[in-house]
């Protein structure tokens, strides 16, 4: 494998680490032991924002990049609406740049109407003031991501024990090379499409078996799938990032994705065997933990802050 793929294929996998929609939540969340020395330069940084389980009460605003960033004047996304219910509340992650939170509540909204889709399972957003977290992903920190479940909203209102213990729907055959035909619905690619097409949304990531059916169903309206890039762990769910907010300069946007529908060797790389069956390599040092000052100065006021 080129170095330069092999590069990428290590980050995309990092993002795509656990807190996965399968992964149970509980409904005796107990909190985290207070740190013996928060103020150590050595304290990783997630084990700070980990910890924190209220937003910095300060202006709006998201700080740094997407995968090494914070959100100041957060706000949660409440657990339920008309057309959405937010799942695994014991993680205390339904929390999001204000931008994202109405993004959520308009398209929660929209999808019956314009997808078919009787509403969203809201899965991963942010922690109340974004950083890293102390177990999954390695983005969400800017306020600006959260993952949707593939699993259309049921007509009642889950139960808690059924938001912590229910696992979405994997739409991935065990071969990991299409979509499962018996799960995969129309309304799937109507959601996806719709949710794309808004302007404000960077990127949609998707299974790459997803993005197949999606190359494959999507007809002769193809600008849309540009946004919608393939990495492996998304079997479950889909995750939307907007686009940093107008005007908040400290916020960082990745760069535009690739020209074209994405649909042709570059996805075909993905079902290569050396990405399907890469070959076991040996137990590298593990990285030091990414500590405050590794984010962005900002981050520290956010963290600081009442």
Not at 40 to 67: E, H, M, N, V
Not at 74 to 89: F, H, K, N, S, Y
Not at 170 to 192: M, Q
Not at 204 to 226: H, M, Q, Y
Request: charged share 25%; with cysteine; proline share 12%.
């Amino acid at each position: 494998m080129p170095i330069r793929r092999a590069a990428v294929l290590t980050v995309l996998l990092a993002l795509a680490a656990p807190a996965l929609a399968q992964d149970r939540g509980t409904l005796t969340p107990k909190p985290l032991p207070p740190l013996a020395n928060p103020d150590d330069p050595s304290t990783p940084a997630k084990a700070l924002f980990g910890r924190a389980t209220t937003p910095a009460a300060l202006p709006p605003q998201a700080i740094g990049g997407y995968a090494r960033g914070c959100v100041a004047g957060a706000e949660a996304l409440p657990i339920d609406g008309a057309t959405w219910q937010v799942m695994r509340l014991s993680r205390n992650r339904n929390w999001g740049h204000p931008r994202l939170v109405a993004f959520l509540e308009k398209i929660a909204t929209e999808a019956p109407r314009k997808a078919g889709w009787p509403g969203l399972l809201v899965g991963d957003m942010s922690q109340p003031r974004g950083g890293p977290m102390l177990t999954g992903h390695a983005s969400h920190q800017l306020g600006l991501d959260a993952d949707i479940w593939l699993t259309p909203m049921p007509d009642r209102r889950l139960t808690r024990a059924e938001r912590e213990e229910m696992s979405a729907t994997n739409v991935v055959r065990p071969d990991r090379r299409d979509i499962d035909p018996s799960v995969w619905l129309p309304e799937h690619l109507r959601l996806i499409k719709m949710v794309s097409r808004e302007p404000e949304v960077a990127r949609i990531f998707v299974n790459p078996a997803i993005k197949r059916a999606l190359c494959r169903e999507a007809g002769s309206d193809r600008s849309w799938l540009t946004k919608v890039r393939p990495i492996y762990g998304h079997n479950y769910h889909f995750h939307i990032r907007l686009e940093c907010p107008a005007g908040e300069a400290a916020c960082h946007d990745q760069d535009p994705p690739p020209a074209g529908d994405g649909c042709g060797s570059e996805l075909d790389y993905w079902f290569s065997d050396a990405v399907l069956n890469p070959k076991p390599r040996p137990p590298g040092k593990p990285r030091p933990p990414m500590t405050l000052a590794g984010l962005p100065e900002a981050c520290r006021t956010v963290l600081k802050a009442r």
